[in-house]
């Protein structure tokens, strides 16, 4: 906007910096003097903000655009990702993903791009009075598996709006409790896909057929790779 014009880019850069420090009582961040972490870069034009040089910690990690240190040792050789723990979830059964149905359901619609979602009401295809997913009006199952205690709790609903035609999606990382969730056409493909997770130490999946069709391995803690940044 016209605004930002106005703006005087030292207050901009503060906001961004000391600012944020001192909101979060990190109280050795967000500026340059003694008793302060030496972290800072090197430009010369505060509206593109180039990068040039940059330091960590006093110490030079970039020279002219061009890293001259390794900030990412490989995870094998970090002794603390030696033996990673287990995902602690209780036993699942093909039954762990029936989901009783009388009536009018609640469905949870998803809106494209947005973290909102909307609630509906409507009348779902069921068999045996349990929800039976309808790929041709975008009823699809969704789980929630609770994998740290092993408590066997498990939350389950309808979504619409993912438009999976086939298979099942499942993932460790669901913030904040970054419990399992998974979506699937059916319940074998789900049981499937969280079985897998469980078995690997979590990540993210997609299953059809009962048959795994790509994985991303998250074994630290089901929330992060061991691999290094560039892969």
């Known amino acids: 906007t016209d605004k930002i014009d106005d703006w005087n880019w030292i207050d901009a850069i503060q906001m961004a910096t000391l600012n944020a420090a001192e909101c979060f009582h990190l109280r050795t961040l967000g500026a340059l003097a003694p008793g302060y972490q030496a972290d800072f870069f090197l430009t010369d034009d505060l509206t593109s ?4 040089d940059v330091f960590v910690k006093g110490q030079q990690v970039v020279s002219q655009q061009k890293l001259v240190t390794d900030l990412f040792p490989k995870a094998t050789e970090n002794p603390l990702l030696a033996e990673l723990p287990d995902m602690s979830a209780a036993p699942l059964t093909k039954t762990s993903f ?3 149905v009388n009536g009018l359901a ?3 619609e998803v809106i494209p791009n947005s973290l909102i979602t909307k609630q509906v009401l409507a009348t779902v295809p069921t068999e045996d009075q349990l929800f039976m997913p309808s790929i041709e009006e975008d009823f699809l199952k969704i789980a929630v598996v609770e994998r740290h ?3 066997g709790n ?4 309808i979504v619409k709006g993912f438009q999976l035609q086939t298979g099942a999606l ?8 970054h419990n399992i ?3 699937g056409t059916n319940d074998e493909d789900m049981l499937s896909a969280v079985n897998r997770l469980l078995e690997t130490g979590g990540g993210m999946i997609v299953v059809n ?8 391995p998250l074994a630290i803690g089901g929330l992060m790779s061991t691999l290094g940044y560039q892969e």
């Open 49 to 52: 903000l180039p990068i040039y």
């Open 98 to 100: 029936q989901l009783p």
């Open 106 to 108: 609640k469905i949870i």
């Open 149 to 151: 205690h092993a408590t």
């Open 154 to 157: 498990i939350g389950l609903g």
């Open 170 to 177: 499942a993932t460790s990382v669901s913030h904040d409790s």
């Open 181 to 183: 969730v998974v979506v």
């Open 209 to 216: 057929q009962q048959q795994e069709i790509q994985r991303l």
